[in-house]
């Protein structure tokens, strides 16, 4: 049981409207609050500073008399990380004060990065890294919402939470919803049987960003795969061919080179992606930064969910072939496509 499938809405340990006392004007009120037990102050406006999260329908006007768990003092409470919250609140804050920025361009954070985890399961149990599914917002969906199973399981509307904020900008993504693509401009499209021609990134995906993916021609909600990278960073090139000559280095001259079959990649991970790129043969990517070998695609099992190849349109000798995470030798497949999106 999460803290907010139990103790933040527990019928048997709540109480109804305490904790939020108005002060002045009526559309901005005071909110105590008892995190973890440290005391905090905030204004209703900061903690609604999200639309349409978890977060804001708790604290809005319209559900002010729905049970909110409660100290012996009346301020709301929250069994999180005191540190943590009030990390939050500074960026909740911020945001608020920001109306004319796009919610793809706001990131929540940790405050440091052991906290990474935790944080993110803060955020969650919030509704501020979630979406959900709901028919229409009642007092009785409010209390629903707790209950992800039941929401997930119903025919209703997509309402979309806090993904409007948490567009991703960077790293390896797997199941990654097409929803929280806010600011992305999708620059290409085609079937993994239709030849990738390398001249889209700079003829159709002109953005400083691109968001390299890939999925099932049945699924249009979700990429199975996707890397996102700086055009900077995207084409780093793999190591030549090695190339001997009668078992010699081939520095040696007027005789046979007897050069190998692959090509050897070593990624230098980009803000956690490892790109790579072999001219006229193969581009893709990787988690982070590895070693192994193209020919002329990347068919190593190691953290096969995070890798991503696709052979170039020039190339017409595949053995390896084109690859969408676990699923590979793709080069001859319309059940499968390829996406590329771009922001500036």
Not at 18 to 45: A, C, H, P, V, Y
Not at 79 to 86: E, G, K, L, R, S
Request: charged share 20%.
């Amino acid at each position: 049981m999460s803290l907010m499938d139990g103790a933040m809405f527990s019928k048997n340990t709540t109480h109804r409207g305490k904790g939020l006392k108005t002060e002045g004007s009526l559309s901005d009120d005071i909110i105590e609050l008892n995190i973890g037990g440290q005391k905090m102050t905030t204004l209703r406006s900061t903690l609604t500073a999200i639309p349409n999260s978890k977060l804001t329908f708790m604290f809005s006007k319209e559900n002010a008399k729905n049970m909110l768990p409660v100290d012996r003092e009346g301020a709301v409470f929250f069994d999180y990380n005191p540190i943590y919250f009030n990390h939050l609140l500074d960026q909740l804050r911020l945001i608020k004060r920001m109306p004319n920025v796009y919610g793809y361009q706001l990131r929540f954070s940790p405050p440091f990065l052991s906290a990474y985890v935790n944080f993110t399961h803060m955020l969650a149990d919030l509704g501020l890294t979630r979406k959900f599914d709901i028919l229409s917002f009642t007092s009785e969906d409010f209390r629903l919402l707790l209950e992800e199973e039941n929401l997930m399981n119903r025919n209703s509307r997509v309402f979309l939470l806090a993904d409007h904020f948490l567009s991703p900008m960077e790293g390896t993504h797997a199941n990654l919803s097409v929803n929280s693509l806010n600011g992305w401009q999708e620059c290409y499209r085609s079937t993994y049987d239709v030849p990738f021609n390398i001249s889209v990134l700079t003829e159709s995906c002109n953005g400083s960003r691109l968001l390299v993916a890939c999925r099932p021609v049945h699924n249009k909600k979700t990429l199975t795969l996707a890397g996102i990278g700086y055009r900077e960073d995207i084409l780093h090139p793999c190591l030549p061919k090695r190339c001997k000559t009668n078992g010699e280095p081939r520095k040696l001259t007027g005789r046979q080179f007897m050069c190998s079959s692959y090509h050897q990649c070593i990624t230098q991970a980009k803000r956690g992606v490892g790109w790579y790129h072999v001219d006229n043969q193969t581009w893709g990517f990787v988690r982070g930064s590895l070693s192994f070998v193209v020919n002329p695609c990347d068919s190593s099992n190691l953290d096969s969910d995070y890798r991503l190849c696709w052979t170039l349109q020039s190339d017409m000798k595949k053995t390896s072939t084109d690859r969408c995470g676990r699923a590979k030798n793709l080069h001859k497949s319309n059940q499968w496509e390829r996406v590329i999106y771009y922001i500036y």
